[in-house]
């Protein structure tokens, strides 16, 4: 068989890269170990949530699949950190975990230029060689049913499975996920070349039966129900301004607590804990850890927060967030029965860790390609990450560089104050990791440009230039920009006069004029919006009820522009700044080892990640700004 593009691995990163191979043009196979378990949640059965909201939405602007069966797949939707700023808004839904994998399957089944095949790789395919003049290309893969499989590109999302070994207690079981059978062979097929790899481990908590809650000893929480949603492809009712986007019955989540009784039980299978006894030697994630080293790490606590979430709308299976474990699972039962909410407590399955092979990301350019195999792609949990976002954001861009690949197109990649998924790559490239990778807020220096809101104005038109967004995609973002832009403006040059709107702005509690001003002026006021305002302003009001069908979402933007304005271009002036060093190439015209203006540690990281340009160079840890200032200077700048 033979393709442009070939993705090993049917998960969110692969489904990604796969989908926008496909769309761009390219002929392209995915290969999968089971055709029914297509972008598996294989934990939370969840999408977005503090700045993985962001990266759902910048896929999706830039005509990926997430946001789109997200929205068809919610049981609940909430936007997160309302209280703040926008900058930190961040979308969060539930999922119907068996809907989410049907719907990811009909859009990979109706994509143009896509087959699946079902098999496992084990080997990775290669011609020509690295002292050679042409370099190291990737050729394809070897199945284990000796199948070849040839592509002038390949992208490597394994997820879990490489080597996978999972742990409950001190009982180990190969496998990438529970009942699912490890990959082998593979890993080694690659670091023969030199590609360095290691290993990681993540953990998952005990599914429940809902049947057996107390829910009486719970505090429920539930959805939002207003425009919001995750594609931009989506639309609001235009009759009464509520979604019609999420078709699936809404259902509520659960909140209680851990407490000192089962805190005890925990600690009394500490020695038979995987984590503990020596059993586990790799690094999970710190920003997620499991019960027990919670127990550990903070003896002080005699409670942790749970939350219980549903798997879908019509399963009685409930996921225990907060709960992740790798112990016995007689110790996770008994514990979980002390809590009175579960002290009736049936399970489907306890909770587990599992270890598996990552490869090392600075090993990488920006577009995701290997710097060892020409045309070799890597995204996902291979990288060192952790997340369906952050897998789905990386297979987009490894899918649109491995078509671009084929075509003999310039490699496309975004910069920091462009994406979170170029906040992701650039830390992932330049940083490597030590622990599994996970996007926050504030490992974006720039995240007031990076709002969830406007991942649309900042990605639609390089989608649409790429080939990969469609016309309908750019003719929308088009519309909504012309009504942006004529919501602004209006509000710029409305003259208000104090006789006319200081009754309606005591009323709406806040001070009076003295003098007339224009309208964006009480815009910027925290306690108005465009909405109260319309009330006042007939002129305003006929403007925001166009287009009736996208109002909210369009006034929201103009709003957020409007009052956050200062803080937007402060920022974007210190991003421009940097452009400066984003614009200075360097890779290939230093030879680090022997440049004494620079520390030892700096020449050792410089020789071995061999940065793009000193923007690059400047983000890697143990290289200083006198480091830069050097560099600098012999660049000629």
């Not at 009909?106 to 095949?117: G, S, V």
């Not at 007031?448 to 989608?463: G, N």
């Not at 069908?549 to 402060?570: C, F, S």
Request: neutral net charge; glycine residues 8%; aromatic residues 8%.
């Amino acid at each position: 068989m033979k393709y442009d593009v070939l993705v090993i691995g049917g998960g969110h990163a692969g489904c990604e890269a796969a989908c926008a191979a496909a769309n761009m043009g390219a002929k392209t196979c995915l290969v999968t170990m089971d055709m029914n378990k297509i972008a598996q949640m294989s934990c939370n059965p969840a999408v977005g949530g503090i700045a993985k909201g962001q990266i759902v939405r910048e896929v999706d602007a830039l005509g990926g699949q997430m946001g789109l069966v997200t929205d068809a797949t919610s049981i609940q939707f909430r936007m997160l950190n309302r209280s703040k700023g926008p900058a930190m808004w961040s979308p969060r839904a539930q999922c119907d975990r068996g809907k989410f994998i049907w719907t990811w399957r009909k859009h990979l089944d109706m994509t143009d230029n896509l087959d699946i095949w079902q098999d496992q790789a084990c080997e990775l395919l290669t011609e020509g060689s690295a002292d050679a003049e042409g370099g190291l290309h990737v050729k394809g893969v070897r199945t284990i049913w000796g199948v070849e499989i040839t592509a002038k590109s390949v992208v490597i999302t394994a997820g879990t499975f490489l080597n996978g070994l999972m742990h409950i207690g001190r009982q180990k079981v190969e496998g990438g996920r529970i009942a699912e059978p490890a990959v082998k062979m593979f890993t080694e097929s690659i670091t023969q070349h030199g590609i360095t790899a290691a290993r990681m481990k993540t953990g998952t908590p005990v599914r429940i039966d809902r049947r057996s809650v107390h829910f009486e000893d719970c505090e429920r929480q539930d959805g939002e129900q207003d425009f919001h949603c995750f594609s931009y492809m989506n639309t609001p009712s235009a009759d009464n301004g509520t979604t019609n986007v999420r078709p699936l019955n809404a259902q509520p989540c659960w909140i209680f607590q851990t407490n000192e009784e089962c805190h005890e039980e925990l600690k009394k299978g500490l020695p038979d804990s995987p984590l503990f006894n020596g059993q586990i030697q790799s690094i999970g994630p710190r920003y997620c850890p499991s019960v027990e080293t919670k127990l550990v790490t903070f003896p002080d606590k005699d409670h942790h927060p749970l939350f219980l979430e549903p798997e879908g709308e019509d399963t009685n299976e409930m996921y225990l967030n907060g709960f992740s474990s790798s112990m016995p699972m007689d110790v996770q039962i008994r514990a979980l029965k002390k809590i009175p909410a579960l002290r009736g407590l049936k399970v489907y399955r306890p909770g587990y860790a599992i270890e598996y092979d990552f490869f090392d990301p600075t090993q990488l350019n920006h577009s995701l390609e290997s710097k060892k195999i020409k045309g070799l792609f890597f995204a996902g949990q291979v990288n060192g990450t952790t997340g369906y976002e952050e897998a789905a954001g990386q297979g987009l861009v490894a899918g649109i560089n491995a078509a671009n690949y084929c075509s003999g197109s310039e490699p496309f990649v975004m910069r920091r104050d462009e994406s979170y998924i170029g906040v992701l790559i650039d830390d992932l490239v330049t940083k490597g990791v030590d622990e599994p990778y996970r996007m926050f807020t504030s490992r974006a220096e720039y995240r007031i440009l990076l709002r969830q809101d406007d991942a649309d104005a900042r990605l639609t038109e390089k989608s649409f230039d790429l080939g990969l967004a469609r016309r309908d995609r750019y003719d929308r973002w088009i519309e909504k920009k012309k009504y942006v832009g004529g919501i602004v403006d209006f509000c710029e040059n409305f003259a208000i006069k104090p006789r006319l709107i200081n009754a309606d702005l005591e009323r709406l509690g806040t001070t009076p004029l003295v003098y007339g001003c224009k309208l964006v002026d009480l815009v910027a006021r925290p306690q108005l919006g465009l909405w109260s305002l319309a009330e006042c302003i007939p002129q305003l009001k006929a403007l925001l009820n166009e287009p009736a069908d996208r109002r909210e979402e369009i006034a929201e933007a103009a709003e957020i522009k409007m009052k956050y304005k200062g803080y937007i271009e402060r920022e974007r002036v210190v991003a421009e700044k940097m452009h400066r060093l984003e614009n200075i190439k360097i890779k290939g015209k230093f030879d680090y080892p022997n440049m004494k203006g620079l520390s030892i540690e700096a020449r050792q990281k410089l020789q071995r990640i061999q940065p793009d340009t000193l923007a690059q160079a400047s983000r890697i840890p143990g290289v200083s700004p006198s480091d830069i200032d050097v560099m600098l200077v012999l660049s000629g700048r």
